[in-house]
Structures are given as C-alpha cells and as structure tokens.
C-alpha cells in the first residue's frame, strides 16, 4: 500500500502530533469520503507500507522526529511558489521555506526531496517575465537540494472560485504555457534539474518537459528495493500518471489558506474541523461516533 499525506490537506505543516502519534499507534482512521459513517482502518504496520509521499509547503514541525518513519519508505512533494500573501496567507517566509527545503534534503538526500512550483497562474501583478524570474531564482537556491522540479497550471475549479477575488487570477492558455517553457528549461537545464509536468495534457516534448507521475512507481520501487503491483489511480485525473494510493488527509482542514487551493473551499468548515482536531483521536478529524462502522481496509 502506499500512503499519500495528504493531496487534502497539509499534515506535515499541521498535523505532524498526530500523524507521530498514529505512527506509534501502528494504524489509524480514515473516513469514507463517499459514507461518513463507514470508517476505513489503515494498518500502518512498515511491512505493508510500500512508500509514504508526503505533500507540504512546510515539514519543519515533521522532519525533527524522522527517526520514528526510519522503517519505511518516504519521499516528499514540497511546493515553493513565488506568490505573497495576497495569495497564500499564511505560508511562511519563502527563504525560511528554502532554508526547510535545504535541511530536509540534507537529512534524507536529494532524491526523495521534488520541488513543486504549482499551481502556476498569472494576476493583473504577477505575468510572465514575474515567473521567469523567480523561477530563475528558487531554481538557483533549491538546485543543490533536489533533482526534479515539478509544475502544474491552474485549473480553475469551482471550489476555488468561492475563495479567489472576481476576475483574478488567470488561466494561462497553451501560447502563454509554450512561451513560458522556453524560458523554464533553460533555467533547469542550467542547474541540473529536470520539469516535469502534474495532469496537464499539454505535449512540451520538444521542451524537454515530460509528464510526471507524482506518486512514481518507479521512484517507489527503487526506494522499497521490489516491484510493485499497483495501477494508475482511476480516481485522479485523466491526465494524472499517479499510482493507486490511500489518501489519509481530509478536505477543508488546511491552515495555510492558499486562495488558489482546490482542498478548501469553505472557511467556516474549516475552523469548525480544526477544533474538532484531537491529537490522540485515530481519525485525523474528530473521534468515532456511536454509528460509525470501522472497515479493514484492504491491503
């Protein structure tokens, strides 16, 4: 099996207590998002874990402790993007994100370590040449700590509409995306990194920038040192090249409030869920309740 923590929500950033806790615990809740009444248990025993992929802006409170995971397989998605906090309220300062970045490679090695520069989108003050520029710059400071960057272009969902300001931003179309590929590979080429692209159906070939499986049976394979037998996970988007996996995190319960961000989509259900939030509950969102009926959760 293997883990995704979380596309739904930043555990690492906020809820490392708890993931530790069901670590130690050896399993943990997930509810089904489809019957909020039928509660999956996840065996969190390393033998049946072929990999955990890590999704986070910031994994300082989590990589303290990573000891506790030396067991299993892990690799990080880490996004780094060049928007303020007119877009991600509450992302902490870039450069002590980088500085993250850079110690968590450190710990671990470069090639567990994909930087993220997504979602990609443009604002009557954020335009091409704004891109080029910081990706020139974040390129330049992450190149001795990773090998693959990783992008994707907004997708402009209806949930994310609810959070972002009338007319702003904007999608960039396939001239826009040319034009700027011309610009990015260079600059990775430059730094020794490869681009690779999430669930776009954009061809950029001839740029050197393939599509990417973020959750990559081959990177996992290599890690847990066996092949896998899994498939392409149906539940994603079309042109996603992720690998099944069982996501643990739970929608509407991230604190770092991204505008853009398709995982919240109601602020109210937000702080309501985070008080809900008990470090010691085997549920990443409150605890079971009397009708709650617990599933073993096929391996």
Request: one cysteine or more.
């Amino acid at each position: 099996m293997i883990l995704s923590v979380s596309r739904r929500t930043d555990i690492p950033a906020f809820f490392s207590e708890w993931f530790y806790n069901r670590i130690a615990a050896g399993f943990l809740y997930v509810k089904n998002p489809f019957n909020k009444n039928h509660v999956y248990n996840i065996d969190l025993n390393p033998e049946k874990i072929d990999c955990i992929v890590f999704w986070t802006k910031n994994p300082s409170e989590l990589i303290h402790r990573l000891d506790m995971i030396k067991k299993y397989n892990y690799y990080f998605q880490f996004t780094i993007n060049p928007y303020n906090d007119s877009l991600e309220r509450n992302v902490p300062n870039k450069n002590e994100i980088i500085e993250t970045f850079a110690q968590l490679s450190r710990k671990i090695g470069r090639k567990r370590v994909m930087w993220r520069y997504d979602p990609i989108l443009l604002t009557n003050e954020i335009d091409l040449s704004y891109h080029i520029r910081y990706f020139e710059e974040i390129a330049r400071k992450l190149a001795p700590f990773t090998e693959k960057c990783i992008i994707s272009f907004l997708d402009m969902y209806k949930k994310c509409e609810l959070n972002l300001p009338s007319g702003s931003p904007y999608i960039l179309d396939n001239q826009q995306i040319l034009f700027l590929m011309e610009s990015f590979q260079p600059i990775a080429e430059k730094h020794n990194l490869t681009i690779e692209t999430c669930a776009e159906e954009i061809d950029l070939e001839e740029f050197g920038v393939r599509h990417g499986s973020c959750i990559d049976s081959g990177l996992i394979e290599n890690l847990a040192r066996h092949q896998l037998k899994v498939k392409k996970d149906k539940n994603q988007r079309k042109m996603c090249g992720c690998m099944q996996s069982v996501d643990i995190g739970v929608y509407n319960t991230c604190s770092h409030n991204c505008l853009y961000c398709y995982a919240n989509y109601n602020s109210g259900m937000v702080r309501e869920n985070l008080k809900l939030h008990d470090p010691k509950s085997p549920l990443l969102i409150g605890n079971l309740k009397p009708n709650d009926m617990v599933i073993e959760r096929k391996m």
